[in-house]
């Protein structure tokens, strides 16, 4: 079967997936509060590979089924051939991977990460978001609900992701010019990252970039939410012509965007959400920034003019 076919089958019934999982939270997760830190969001990503299997194998035009790595690594899941040898290591038997992560929409900054070397991505390698929150479902109780998802190759939103770094002064690995002077045909750092301190962002990153004797590295690449964050004209500019020329970097920033609204907002100078605001015929002479931002995002489609301005 096609791969290009069963990826954009996986990708359509992810959405059902999570519905799927929502029924199922609504009747069987129900608590008295709910705790941010509580390690829901890994229970989620794991009930969303059961109920996809359950979904697929009522699918009779797929071959398919989510597996689960046996140890620990980047992803999550690898899409499989049904009743075939699947042999991790070289990828046999296999569709692609996919990377699951998480996000509380309460917390203040997610913990998750998506640090994968480009390297370590094939291109039809998955990623996956689930936006959630505890929702309130009766007098008393609470649920964890899926308010959103992303599913969308891996790929793209790690050339975002290293496109934006490089632009903060952040910078990669070069296995001829290794910091801990590696010979480059054995480097092991090839690719790491190091940011705008010259520190490394990676456990595997070249020992003597270590932030400090206590600190084994900064943690601060591949954040969720922090990654789209531009602090400079350069920044910015990066931004856009990537999100212009690249859907999925698109699709992924709008995403982001669409649940976590400040983002969008603090990116936008006044000027250009007066210059979008008149272009979808809203008034721009009263009111403050959070007014204008609030008035733009309540019509439908205003990101693709956002995104051109």
Known sequence: MDENYVYE?????????????????????????????????????????????????????LDCEIAWFPNNQYNDFSCIR???????????????????????????????????????????????????????????????????????????????????????????????HCPDGCLPYCCTHNGEPLNAAGKRERLSGPNTTRPSSNVSYASNFG??????????????????????????????ISFIHTNFPNEEKNHYTIAELRETALRLGIDVHSGDKDSLYHAIRSVEGYQTILKNI
């Not at 609504?26 to 059961?50: D, K, P």
């Not at 990654?227 to 698109?250: E, G, H, I, P, Y």
């Open 223 to 252: 954040g969720l939410v922090r990654m789209l964050k531009t602090d400079s004209q350069k920044a910015r500019n990066v931004f856009r012509n990537m999100r212009r020329q690249n859907a999925v970097a698109d699709h992924y």
């Open 9 to 61: 089958q996986v990708a359509y019934l992810s959405n059902i997936a999570c519905q799927r999982m929502n029924d199922f939270s609504t009747q069987i997760l129900r608590t008295r509060g709910g705790r941010i830190g509580s390690g829901m969001g890994a229970l989620l990503e794991a009930l969303w590979g059961y109920m996809m299997n359950q979904i697929i194998s009522q699918e009779n035009s």
């Open 82 to 176: 049904r009743d075939e040898v699947w042999d991790a290591t070289s990828r046999t038997g296999e569709y692609f991977r996919i990377e699951a992560k998480s996000m509380n929409i309460g917390a203040d900054e997610s913990k998750a990460h998506f640090a994968a070397l480009d390297s370590e991505i094939e291109p039809n390698d998955a990623l996956l978001i689930l936006v959630w929150e505890w929702r309130k479902i009766d007098d008393f109780h609470f649920s964890p609900i899926v308010i959103d998802s992303f599913f969308d190759r891996a790929k793209g939103v790690a050339a975002l992701r290293d496109a934006l770094h490089i632009a903060r002064g952040g910078s990669f690995v070069d296995s001829t």
